[in-house]
């Protein structure tokens, strides 16, 4: 079974460039999160949806952020004027509510670099 | 969102076992606890979970204190391939996972 599948897995881009980070989460879940880590401020939930619909984008830190998910099978994370303070390691995770609490499967990351 | 208490860091000799104290204090009734492990470049992983009564799976053991306010995960016996961030949540149903610090584990050859 295919995990949460992120893309690109790097990417270096100049300050003011848009970045368009991608998620598939795994068929049949119906929750999924985007977090980011840096080692400042470890993991923050940054938006999550349940059934496509955003529920809590509390932790999006600015207007430069936004997060849409089309359909059940894809969100994108975009940034739009990128700063260097935006390069960190993005996650893309999903979760299947009907199961035991709120296990989350987590993809590899999206490691950005903003120059 | 989750407010969980975790040592930083912790050392362990390679095939002794480690325990890895949370405390979630503010935990509800029906809120399940669950750790979550990140090894070096990687995203975190589960690891395992539980509500009330202890837990064994093949990556580790659960065991959850009586009033629920903490939890300890058990790994049986330290590999070096263990050594990774641990973190411990709860949640359950339509809450969001946010996680905290962890503890850093080095298993030591």
Known sequence: DA????????????????????????????YLFWYRQTMMRGLELLIYFNNN????????????????????????????????????????????IAGPGNTIYFGEGSWLTVV | DAKTTQPNSMESNEEEPVHLPCNHSTISGT???HWYRQLPSQGPEYVIHGLTSNVNNRMASLAIAEDRKSSTLILHRATLRDA??????????????????GTKLQVIP
Do not use: W
């Open chain 2, 31 to 33: 809120d399940y606890i």
């Open chain 2, 84 to 101: 990774a961030v641990y973190y411990c949540t709860y949640g359950g149903g339509y809450q969001k996972v946010t996680f905290g610090t």
């Open chain 1, 53 to 96: 619909v955003p529920i809590d984008d509390s932790g999006m830190p600015e207007d430069r952020f936004s997060a849409k998910m089309p359909n059940a099978s894809f969100s994108t994370l975009k940034i739009q004027p990128s700063e260097p303070r935006d390069s960190a390691v993005y996650f893309c995770a999903s979760s299947f």
């Open chain 1, 3 to 30: 995990g949460v599948i992120q893309s690109p897995r790097h990417e270096v881009t100049e300050m003011g460039q848009e970045v368009t980070l991608r998620c598939k989460p795994i068929s049949g879940h119906d």
